[in-house]
Each structure stands twice: as structure tokens, then as C-alpha cells.
């Protein structure tokens, strides 16, 4: 806390010698330094280098940097990480830039005339009926700078050993028709474990949706994704072809979930508890070879009644047990998107709310924000995964154990 004050004494020395310090920015970046600071020490028990074990509730771990744009001009934050529990500063408002992308969408579905019951009714609840097209205008294109500004950053160089895929799905008005969009999202795990959004693009659902996935993700490695050694998604033709066009040398798990669901499918209703248990326990095993075992019982077990599942299940053994090669830590957390689905929760809860979007533009602007704010608490959080396991992923794997019988014959 002394080296913030004097920090903000030297600033206020070189404001009377140098007229043409910027000032202003400079005092609002010390200031919000002391505010995190503040903040962190009330939260954690305890002041930066003080000894207080008795109401200490964590400990500081280092900084992340992020920017923030203000009146005054942009500032580079180092916002406080913690070792356990996680630190969002109150001067950055959380969730705020998605509530501004949502009353946009609303504003740009009323004065297009295309707005539907749900919107007119959210029109007069919010009290924004008297906004011109032109204001409309200039607030959606000031949202679509931030949403487009965060969909072209560069991605981390240290690389994404997992990257996670899935699609949503919305109704949208073009070309005077409602039709289906599919809004595609990638999600990476950094290697140093901290979960990211790597992109989000919205795409023409059904046919179309297959051929929108490899674009999608030639420009994330045009925006500089690598190192990447699992991806994880459902087996939609399209989106597995573009995979492995897109991430030659890296593995495929394809998801548990979904798996599952097109297995229960393909059997009656009053069977579907007995083979959704059946299929639960080949992932419940502790290691690849025992998974393998399981899986080929599993189906021999289901042939005589449910003779497609079988095939199902042994057509796809390597894809799902692709898990089984990556650090038992992980295990449970990669073999399937279920991690995206609280994400996915909140942006149909937002979505949900209008109902069907004016047009392309708007569906990006509201999901993009939401994402954007999901990574920054990302960002300031906990790490998904721990520093140290993530270097097992590249780490050799044990010798086999030679049984000692073999060893006394030699």
C-alpha cells in the first residue's frame, strides 16, 4: 500500500512539472489500482504483506492484464488473482455490457417493425419507444466494434491443448422469412489451464451448418489457435470432417453425451434406463484398457435385443475413449462438452427473451457480448486445470511393468 502512495504522489510531481502529462488517465489508473487492491484485501482477510493467519482467507497470485476502455482513454488493468476463489473488480460492472447488447437487439427489433408480441411487450417495460432509427443505429454499431474487436483478437500464443465445440441454435428473420441459425462456439483451455473463448460465429443451421464449421476454424488458427491435442464435440459429418482438416495430429473425443443420446435413440422408451446405465459404466473405469473391455462386453451384452447400439458403440470406441490418453485429472471434464452447458444455459436464458432476433448482426452482437463477459470472469477466476497437470499431457507415458514371472525366465 506505501509503493500505491507514492506512486500517486509521483504522479501528482510530474503533473505540476510536465503540462503535457496526461493526467487524468494516469490518476484514474492509480486509483484503480488502489481500489483493486482495497478490495482484494478485504476479501482475502488481509492486507498486501501482512501476517493475519487467523481471519486470512487466501492469498494473492500474481496478476492478469486487461484493458479497460474508459472516458479518458484506455488503461492496461493488473487485475489480482487469488490462490483459491477468484476476484472480479466492482469498477469493471460485470454483465453490464451483455444487458446493453440485449436492450440494443430489442431497440433495433421495434423501430424495423419487425419486432414480435414478446419484444413489444420488453418495448414498453424498458421505455424505449421513443428512440429514433438513427439513435438505434449508433448504439448497435458502437456494441458491434467490441463484439467484432473481441471476435478478432489474437489468441494466446502458449496454445489450447483442448478446444471444445458445440453449435446453438436461434430463430432469426431474413430475407423477410424466420429461419434457423446456428451459432457456433469454441472454447479453449489454455496451457496453462485457464479456460478461454476462442470464438463464436453464426451460421445458416441444417444443411449449410456442416460446410460454416471449417471457415469457423481456419480463422481461429488464422487468429493464432495451436498446440492444440484434443478437440471435443458431437459427430456431426460436417463438424468432424472440418476437424480434421482443420487440426491435423490432434485427437478427436467425440462427446459422451451426445453419444449417448443417439444410442437411447434407437431403443424403446422403457429400455432407455438400462442402456443409458450400461454405456455410463464404460467410462466409469479407471484406465483405457479396462474402458476397452467394458465397451466390447457392454455391446455383446446389448447385440441379442439392441443390435444397432452395438455397432454404434464399436463403430466409435476410439473416439470416445480418446479421454483415456490424457491425464486422469482431466478425464472427467474432456470426454464431452457438458462443461459448456451452464454457458449454454445463459445464453438461451438471454436468447430466450427475444425470441426471434431482427437479423443476423443482432444474434452475434448479444451472444458475442455475453461471451466476451464470460471470459473476462474467466480470466480473473480459478484455473480450470492446474499448471502442473497440464504438463502431463506431452509427458511420456510410464514404462509397461514386466511381470516378474517373464523376468525370472529371462
Given at each position: ?18 503540462g503535457d ?289 452395438a455397432e ?9 475413449l480418446a ?88
Open positions: 500500500m506505501a509503493d500505491d502512495r507514492m506512486a500517486a504522489l509521483e504522479l501528482l510531481r510530474k503533473a505540476a512539472g510536465d502529462l496526461d493526467f487524468l488517465k494516469e490518476g484514474v489508473a492509480v486509483l484503480a489500482k488502489l481500489l483493486m487492491d482495497a478490495e482484494v484485501s478485504t476479501q482475502i482477510g488481509a492486507a498486501r504483506g501482512e501476517r493475519a493467519p487467523e481471519r486470512r482467507l487466501s492469498q494473492r497470485n500474481g496478476y492478469r492484464e486487461r484493458r479497460w476502455d474508459t472516458r479518458v482513454g484506455s488503461i492496461e488493468l493488473q487485475i489480482p488473482k487469488l490462490r483459491d476463489g477468484s476476484y472480479f473488480p466492482s469498477l469493471l460492472e460485470p454483465r453490464r455490457r451483455a444487458e446493453r447488447a440485449l436492450l440494443s437487439v430489442v431497440q433495433e427489433a421495434y423501430v424495423g417493425g419487425v419486432s414480435t408480441r414478446r419484444v413489444e411487450e420488453l418495448v414498453g417495460a424498458l421505455g424505449v419507444s421513443n428512440l429514433s432509427k438513427s439513435e438505434v443505429s449508433r448504439i448497435c454499431a458502437g456494441l458491434d466494434a467490441e463484439v467484432d474487436a473481441f471476435r478478432s483478437r489474437p489468441l494466446d500464443p502458449s496454445g489450447y491443448p483442448y478446444v471444445s465445440l458445440d453449435a446453438l441454435y436461434h430463430k432469426v428473420r431474413e430475407a423477410g422469412r424466420v429461419v434457423s441459425m446456428a451459432t457456433l462456439i469454441a472454447i479453449g483451455i489454455s496451457a496453462a489451464g485457464e479456460r478461454s473463448v476462442l470464438g463464436v460465429e453464426v451460421a445458416a443451421a441444417g444443411g449449410d451448418e456442416g460446410s460454416s464449421w471449417l471457415p469457423f476454424l481456419r480463422s481461429l488458427n488464422a487468429r493464432g489457435l495451436s498446440g492444440v491435442r484434443l478437440v471435443i464435440s458431437d459427430a456431426h459429418p460436417g463438424l468432424v470432417a472440418a476437424v480434421q482438416a482443420t487440426f491435423l495430429g490432434s485427437a478427436w473425443q467425440r462427446c459422451r453425451v451426445h453419444a449417448t443420446r443417439n444410442a437411447l435413440g434407437l431403443v424403446m422408451k422403457g429400455a432407455q434406463g438400462m442402456v443409458a446405465s450400461a454405456i455410463r459404466s464404460i467410462f466409469e473405469q479407471p484406465d483405457e484398457a479396462s474402458a476397452r473391455a467394458r465397451l466390447r462386453r457392454v455391446a455383446d451384452g446389448l447385440r441379442p435385443r439392441f443390435e444397432r447400439v454404434l458403440l464399436e463403430g466409435a470406441e476410439d473416439d470416445l479421454h483415456f490418453t490424457f491425464p486422469a485429472a482431466h478425464r472427467r471434464q474432456i470426454r464431452s462438452t457438458n462443461p459448456q452447458e451452464r454457458l449454454n444455459k445463459e445464453i438461451r436464458r438471454r436468447t430466450d427473451v427475444v425470441g426471434i432476433f431482427p437479423n443476423r448482426r443482432s444474434l452475434l452482437r448479444l451472444v458475442g457480448m455475453l461471451l466476451a463477459e464470460q471470459d473476462d470472469e474467466w480470466s480473473v477466476g480459478r484455473n480450470y486445470f492446474s499448471a502442473e497437470s497440464m504438463l502431463l499431457i506431452d509427458a511420456p507415458p510410464p514404462p509397461e511393468e514386466v511381470p516378474a514371472a517373464l523376468l525370472i525366465a529371462s
